[in-house]
């Protein structure tokens, strides 16, 4: 799977990052850096939750 951000959507809320730690941050500027583009197939739930409690719906999840 692989995790995608839109930047144009993206407002740096932290929704993922309060999710899933793990796969997202957001820095001191309100910008979102994904640590981990391509995480394991073992962590799908915890990151699906997490894209999907993106209030903007900036976040996608393929494969």
């Known amino acids: 799977m692989r995790i ?3 930047r144009d959507k993206c ?3 932290g929704m993922c990052e ?6 997202f941050e957001v820095d001191d500027d309100e910008i979102m850096h994904i640590l ?3 995480p394991a197939e073992e962590h799908r739930t915890k990151v699906h939750a997490a894209v999907e ?3 903007v719906l900036a976040l996608t999840l393929t494969g």
Do not use: R
């Not at 309060?18 to 796969?23: G, L, N, T, V």
């Open 36 to 38: 981990e583009d391509s």
């Open 18 to 23: 309060a999710m899933a730690h793990e796969f």
């Open 53 to 55: 409690a993106c209030p």
């Open 11 to 13: 407002q740096g809320l």
């Open 4 to 6: 995608s951000v839109d």
